[in-house]
């Protein structure tokens, strides 16, 4: 079972009114915003800016559902790289609130050139911030 210890990188985020549904749950559609948010704030803790940022189109999106966020509840959105390829990667989300595992995905992303969608090889750069970051490495290949 996924914790919170699996991931080097954790962000705090306080669930909205507006996220929620009749029933005071988070709707089910806001944890892949969740886990945007997650995945921008962990390119930014490896060093990159919104100028220098190696640019991704998402190929594939899975998120299982393990318990229900409220309405202002204080969560912890895990990120984490799981997989380096040639041209994608594969990260892993958790969203948590305290210890207890609300959500869990993941993302395979493809690298693009700057401003296109034409797949390139993962930036060496990214891959070493990656490897350096992460206290387990992600598969290879």
Request: charged content about 25%.
């Amino acid at each position: 079972m996924t914790s919170l210890d699996d991931f080097t990188f954790l962000h705090p985020l306080r669930v909205r009114w507006n996220e929620c549904d009749m029933q005071g749950i988070v709707f089910n559609v806001n944890y892949p915003l969740y886990f945007d948010i997650g995945i921008w704030e962990y390119t930014r803790a490896l060093g990159f800016s919104k100028g220098d940022a190696p640019e991704f189109v998402t190929a594939r999106l899975e998120c299982d559902f393990r318990g229900s966020a409220h309405f202002d509840d204080e969560l912890q959105i895990g990120v984490r790289s799981v997989r380096l390829g040639r041209k994608s990667c594969a990260i892993a989300f958790a969203a948590f609130r305290d210890d207890e595992l609300l959500a869990e995905g993941l993302n395979t992303y493809v690298a693009v050139r700057r401003g296109t969608t034409e797949t390139i090889a993962l930036e060496p750069d990214y891959v070493a911030r990656v490897l350096a970051f992460e206290k387990t490495a992600p598969e290879r290949g």
